[in-house]
């Protein structure tokens, strides 16, 4: 007589919760295209196959994108017809209720749920905290957003240091980032360079937003050109360095830019840097919070930029032009880099330091 079938337990509990920087990269990794998901749910079927007769499953988590294994309907637009756990008794813990009280009062009061939600913005806090899964086509920049200001940078010297300050309030480090490109902006990318400055309150300062042009009947090849407009920007703005995206033809350009700042006796140093995401996930990652929590202000020279369109126009899946905003949203993202003062640097460093030189020149 054949043995009689046990039916196994399913069950499914979906927490709110911040990722580990390091787990949520892995994440990443995992779900940030169709093929990927599509091999996590085929690792993850094979449970079936080995588990015990009436055993328990249990998947706990929390959904991460729009199409995770955890949605509670399935995604008919890549071939669902089900949910991936169909059929498991859901468990739903998001950090707040309907009513806003907290899950955990003792771990998360109202203060620093609030503190969070701008923090991390709004998809983010929606997906992980709520743990409502967000359509990639929800996401937008809104340039209402930005605080607008028309002040120009003011480098001046107090107690023998240089101090940099715009509208009067002082910053404490920058970021550029230049995205490179030779393609005709009209039918490709565009080569764009974005300047923003960091002061301490964490706010960034969207300084500049340059669309760089080169001039085809010039004698001067299209690298030179656009390294030494860049060598030009670094040298008005006082920045102590800028980050080149090399992929791509960026690979080469470095050497050549060196070469620009050290004719045009520019302090300034250049970082290489490659990007492994997608162009949307760079800029949404970078912008959706800051933007969202009020923390971006920009120069009145970007709003006569194509920027402003682009961060009107723009979502995940948009295919139309975005040079600015992926410049933006490299130098946003990029860590400011703080060189210390050398016997070779030319120019004056108005990061601010821990170190503060006394006058000794005295007598008691």
């Known amino acids: 007589m054949a043995e009689k ?21 892995s994440v990443a990794d995992e779900l940030g295209t169709a093929p990927r998901r599509e091999w996590l749910r085929e690792r993850l079927t094979e449970v079936e196959h080995i588990l015990t007769p009436g055993g ?22 890549v071939g669902e017809e089900t ?32 503190a969070m939600r701008r923090r991390v913005g709004p998809s983010v806090f929606a997906s992980q ?21 028309d002040d120009e940078v003011d480098l001046i010297e107090r107690n023998r240091q240089p ?9 404490n480090a920058a970021s550029t980032w230049w995205d490179p490109a030779f393609g005709n902006p009209k039918k490709g990318d565009g080569s764009t360079i974005a300047a923003v400055f960091i002061d301490g309150e964490g706010r960034y300062w969207l300084h500049r937003v340059v669309y760089l042009k080169i001039d085809p009947a010039s004698a001067v090849d299209p690298a030179t050109q656009q390294c030494r407009q860049v060598a030009r ?9 800028v980050t080149l995206e090399s992929n791509g033809i960026g690979a080469f350009l470095p050497g050549i830019l060196r070469r620009e700042l050290s004719r045009q006796g520019v302090a300034a140093s250049v970082v290489s840097a490659s990007s492994k995401d997608s162009k949307a996930q760079r800029i949404l990652s970078a912008l959706e919070a800051p933007l969202a929590a009020g923390m971006v202000r920009a120069h009145g020279s970007v709003w006569r930029t194509p920027l402003i369109g682009e961060l009107r126009e723009w979502h995940p899946a948009s295919r139309g032009h975005d040079d600015g905003l992926d410049a933006v949203a490299g130098a946003i993202a990029a860590t400011p880099v703080r060189l210390p003062l050398t016997a070779r640097r030319r120019g004056p460093d108005w990061r601010r330091t821990s170190a503060l030189k006394a006058a000794t020149d005295f007598s008691v």
């Open 163 to 171: 101090q940099l300050s715009i509208g009067g309030v002082r910053m």
């Open 129 to 149: 905290m709520l743990l409502h899964p967000q359509r990639p086509e929800a996401a937008r920049l809104d340039p209402a957003s930005l605080d607008r200001y």
């Open 56 to 77: 328990l499953q249990v998947f706990a988590g929390t959904p991460h994108t729009y199409y995770s294994i955890y949605a509670d309907r399935p995604r008919e637009e």
């Open 83 to 114: 949910a991936f756990l169909d059929g498991f008794a859901r468990c739903v813990v998001p950090v707040v209720d309907a009513g806003g009280a907290s899950a955990w009062p003792e771990r998360f009061p109202p203060e620093a749920v609030e």
């Open 5 to 25: 079938s046990v039916p196994t337990e399913k069950r499914l509990v979906l927490l709110s919760g911040r990722s580990h920087p390091e787990l949520a990269e």
């Open 233 to 241: 920007l670094l040298a008005e703005l006082h920045l102590p360095s």
